[in-house]
């Protein structure tokens, strides 16, 4: 049997309080207008304290593990891909794995940022096909809200990211009944990796964490919004052509196209780029802001539970981010 990965259930969750942007206009000098403009973006979801991103990846794995009628014994692997995780360390998989009760499985921590989950799709995919697992629970969840900072500093920021999570199970499948993953294309460029980051605190610094880093804001996130947006429309594009060229495939061919919501400019221009119609590039931006890790599942479940993608249709993940990274994946759903 030729072994290949399906994705057998999905499901996403995200916190129930929504902030506007005028909620924000609250809190800093920013406009709905400017924010709508320059982004998209109308509202995000925050969590409230006391709730981590462990707690939110539970409601996702959860939905999908039903959508895929799949009980707890039956997850063999947690891959977990997020940059907000409940700790500095462990990573957020063993916390899920114990609060999944999933039994003493392996728990993988990926941090690849708004690539987490295309990357950790591609591990996966890798696992189910050298026959290493038959059934990997893939999550990518966010907490951003706690790290951001609600002032007018901050507000570069700010006004971007939401809180949420995306879950897929997989398992193998002989690709017979046509629903796999094809293939993925992965890239980085680690010269890029100070233009989105947070810089502070970190093991490069002695001591690794001290006041003065809290006073001079690196422990806040740093973005180059110009030089993220000037990379990322030209490598969203290049790298869907990639993964597409792969298979003999032109962006026409593909029922969705789930980018990763970072901007909805972006999107639109990888759009054009494509040459593809509105309905053919899937975006929910305006809902939830950018969601790093959890936004292609979030987006994915979304797409499904809204009829654009059915099985067998054929779909392109990609992504790109802090770095910098960019990702794409071809399946049929
Ligand atoms: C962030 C982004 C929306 C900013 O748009 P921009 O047109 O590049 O705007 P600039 O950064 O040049 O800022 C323009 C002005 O708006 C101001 N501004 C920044 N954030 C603001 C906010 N939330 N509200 C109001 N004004 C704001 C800036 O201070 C600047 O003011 P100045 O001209 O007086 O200096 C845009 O660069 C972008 O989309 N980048 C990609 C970001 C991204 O997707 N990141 C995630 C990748 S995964």
């Keep these: 049997m030729t072994r290949r990965t399906r994705i057998a259930g999905i499901g996403h969750y995200v916190p129930p309080g929504v902030v506007t942007n005028h909620d924000l206009e609250q809190l800093m000098d920013t406009s709905d207008a400017w924010i709508q403009e320059r982004s998209g973006i109308r509202e995000r979801r925050h969590a409230v304290p006391g709730v981590t991103c462990t707690d939110l990846a539970v409601e996702a794995a959860r939905a999908a ?8 014994a039956d997850v063999q692997f947690v891959i977990f891909a997020t940059l907000s995780p409940d700790l500095y360390f462990p990573g957020n998989g063993v916390l899920l794995q114990h609060k999944l009760g999933l039994g003493e499985v392996g728990a993988l921590d990926v941090r690849n940022q708004c690539t987490g989950f295309v990357y950790g799709l591609s591990a996966a995919d890798g696992y189910i096909r050298m026959g290493t697992f038959d059934r990997i629970l893939l999550v990518g969840a966010e907490l951003h809200s706690p790290g951001l900072q609600f002032n007018t500093g901050g507000r570069d920021t700010a006004v971007l990211f939401g809180d949420g999570a995306g879950a897929v199970c997989l398992e193998v499948t002989d690709g017979a009944d046509r629903s796999c993953v ?8 680690g010269e890029y990796a100070e233009i989105l980051c947070i810089k502070k605190p970190g093991a490069a610094n002695r001591p690794w964490i001290a006041k003065e880093m809290i006073d ?27 993964v597409l060229g ?11 196209i789930v980018p990763h919501q970072a901007n909805e400019r972006i999107t639109e221009a990888v759009r054009k780029r494509l040459e593809l119609p ?8 305006g809902r939830y802001g950018n969601t790093t890790a959890a936004s292609i599942p979030i987006a994915l479940s979304e797409a499904v539970q809204e009829g654009l993608v059915k099985r067998g249709d054929l779909v392109c ?10 990702a794409a994946t071809l399946l049929r759903y």
């Design 182 to 189: 094809m293939g993925h294309r992965l890239h980085s460029n």
């Design 65 to 72: 593990m039903t959508d895929a009628g799949w009980k707890p």
């Design 216 to 242: 001079e804001g690196s422990v806040n996130p740093y973005m180059n919004g110009r030089e993220v947006f000037r990379h990322a429309i030209t490598k969203f594009p290049e790298v869907i052509l990639e």
């Design 317 to 326: 993940l990609a992504s790109f981010g802090s770095g910098f990274t960019w």
């Design 246 to 256: 792969d298979h003999g495939l032109k962006p026409q061919d593909v029922a969705l």
């Design 278 to 285: 509105n309905e053919r590039v899937y975006s929910n931006i």
